[in-house]
């Protein structure tokens, strides 16, 4: 899409507010939807959250209306991820369960995968460890079948994350090193930054601080060749930290 291409939101938003103008009550729900789908992503990324889930809740009407029942998965889906990004947690989980339910019924493994990453991740900031493991877990093996490295890659840092916010250093820090291991053999830079500042973090919470500087600095000189502010921020604020420590 324009959005995705350019990161250019405010013209992509104006240009998509054109389409959906131009074919409103024409009768066509479905294509109707994906626009307001688009429309609501765009909000989404540009941090209007209040914005982006009424496009993307009008685009999910349009979907049942259609009987579309694919594109209602997808949406279900992307109305959690908006709650999600507003910290609306338990609200996000019934969306994005019921996503699962009808990919599960579907049967696309790659669609049920991204389900089951978000439940993953929804039910880790609801302080349920035991699900979000099961949600990672199963959704790890289907991206083992399918040979997607870079998902498994994620999978593997969501681990380690989920296992270093409940104090099991060495576990976590295993899996950060799985994750680190995928993303260098697929060079994926982006991630290769966040994995290696996570190593940084548990380094350090592991009261190890000159292993902490040297991935950090890893991270911070992936982020500068790439221009990943966020990560170069990040890693500033953890050398300072441990170098305080």
Sequence with gaps: ?????TKNYAAALDLVAQLVGMIQGAG????????????GEGLLRSGEHEKAFSKITQALALAREAQELRLEA????????????SLNYREAQAYIEEAL?????????HDISISLLNLGGVY???GEPDKALT?????????????????????????????????ELAQGQQYFEQALHLTREVAHRRDEAIVTYNLGYAAWWAGDGAAALAWV?????????????????????????????
């Design 1 to 5: 899409s324009y959005v995705q291409v």
């Design 28 to 39: 066509f729900p479905t294509l109707e939807a994906r626009i307001y789908n688009e429309w």
């Design 74 to 85: 997808l949406l279900l889906n992307s109305v959690g991820n908006v709650l999600t990004a």
């Design 101 to 109: 339910f009808l990919r599960r019924q579907l049967g696309d493994r």
């Design 124 to 126: 880790s900031e609801l």
């Design 135 to 167: 949600c990672y877990e199963e959704c790890l093996h289907l991206k083992q079948e399918t040979g997607e490295l870079l998902g498994q890659a994620a999978l593997y840092n969501n681990l380690g994350n989920l296992y270093l916010r409940h104090g």
């Design 217 to 245: 600095e890893q991270s911070l000189q992936v982020a500068q060749e790439i221009g990943l502010r966020i990560m170069l921020n990040y890693g500033w604020n953890l050398r300072g930290r441990v170098l305080l420590s």
